[in-house]
């Protein structure tokens, strides 16, 4: 299994950024996304996940990104993406893509991810 996380880079505050996430080796869409971040010093962060429930893809956000931060899902291309909108410097973080074997659990803790991306640096300056 191969998680290629892509799209970071130096921004500036208010711009936005798209961050892919190229899975293989896996059923790309029997597998719940979840996004996290990480800075120096301190644990890994959920931002977001998307999940399959009840028929239909759900998603749940952490507090701290809801309105700027949104997950998108293309089977077809086996990619997860993260649409930062109106960044921040406190957003600045390396980016971790993570796959879940459990599709409707939609966790915000990372133990419960199987599979982990190799990251993408965002910085923000301000």
């Known amino acids: 299994v191969q998680l290629q996380a892509s799209g970071g880079g130096l921004v500036q505050a208010g711009d936005s950024l798209r961050l892919s996430c190229a899975a293989s080796?896996?059923?790309?869409?029997?597998?719940?996304w979840g996004w996290f971040r990480q800075t120096p010093g301190k644990e890994r962060e959920f931002v977001v996940a998307?999940?399959?429930?009840?028929?239909?893809?759900?998603?749940k956000y952490a507090d701290s990104v809801k309105g700027r931060f949104t997950i998108s899902r293309d089977d077809a291309k086996n990619t997860v993406y993260l649409q930062i909108d109106n960044l921040k410097p406190e957003d600045t973080a390396v980016y971790y893509c993570?796959?879940?074997?459990?599709?409707?659990?939609?966790?915000?803790?990372?133990?419960?991810?199987?599979?982990w991306g190799q990251g993408t640096q965002v910085t923000v300056s301000s």
């Open positions: 080796g896996l059923t790309f869409s029997s597998y719940g």
């Open positions: 998307i999940g399959w429930r009840w028929n239909s893809d759900r998603t």
């Open positions: 993570a796959a879940d074997r459990l599709s409707y659990r939609i966790g915000v803790d990372p133990e419960e991810y199987d599979y």
